[in-house]
């Protein structure tokens, strides 16, 4: 079984500052990992996704995120946020074995960006 | 191209009633997620259809719920009798293939409100 913690349930944070979102998993084997951004009354959608090789993963919106397998840890970043940032933030984890794996997601983080 | 469809995006109804959710993913995506969102639980995997069979519905909280997929276009969740605590987000989900590794689609989610 895998666990995704995400230990900021909100980050303020003035626009055009850099924010860091932080995501560590726990798992027995090798996993997949994303991130997904929910904007208000709206569905999950896919920012960004390590299935292997380089460990830093860029996304949509000028999102990145770093896979660190000793520390488990798969932070969001982003250099410089938007007012159109604001949203909750979900880091998710599955193993990465063939055939069907449940995904698990995290608790989520909301962003909220301050003009 | 469209994406999921789900209907309604509001339900409000009274403790005992039937309430049934529909889902259309997107064309050509062979599996199909009912998750649940709630403030207290965060986001649930309800059940998992991969081509038209449901293969994991361990997450189906009791026997008031249940799910059918007759066919690859359509999906419905049904709660009979609901209860004020099946209040939630329900998000219908998509995708390719049946591991995890390809990216979930969802729908912009079914606000059911039990009074």
């Known amino acids: 079984a895998q666990s995704v913690t995400q230990l900021d349930s909100q980050v303020p944070v003035f626009e055009e500052a850099p924010v860091e979102l932080r995501c560590n998993y726990s798992?027995?084997?090798?996993?997949?990992l994303f991130w997904y951004v929910q904007y208000p009354n709206q569905g999950l959608q896919l920012l960004l996704k390590y299935l292997s090789g380089s460990t830093l993963v860029k996304g949509i919106n000028g999102f990145e995120a770093e896979f660190n397998k000793s520390q488990t840890s798969f932070h969001l970043r982003k250099p410089s946020v938007h007012i159109s940032d604001t949203a909750e933030y979900f880091c998710a984890v599955s193993p990465n074995s063939g055939g069907y794996q449940k995904v698990t997601f995290g608790t989520g983080t909301k962003l909220q960006v301050i003009p | 191209d469209a994406g999921v469809i789900q209907s309604p995006r509001h339900e409000v109804t009274e403790m005992g009633q039937e309430v049934t959710l529909r889902c259309k993913p997107i064309s050509g995506h062979n599996s199909l997620f009912w998750y649940r969102q709630t403030m207290m639980r965060g986001l649930e995997l309800l059940i998992y259809?991969?081509?038209?069979?449901?293969?994991?519905d361990s997450g189906m909280p009791e026997d008031r719920f249940s799910a059918k997929m007759p066919n690859a276009s359509f999906s419905t969740l049904k709660i009979q009798p609901s209860e004020p605590r099946d209040s939630a987000v329900y998000f219908c989900?998509?995708?390719?293939?049946?591991?995890?590794?390809?990216?979930?689609?969802f729908g912009e989610g079914s606000r059911l409100t039990v009074l």
């Open positions: 989900a998509s995708s390719m293939g049946q591991g995890m590794a390809g990216e979930l689609f």
């Open positions: 798992s027995s084997v090798s996993v997949y």
């Open positions: 259809f991969n081509n038209n069979v449901p293969i994991d």
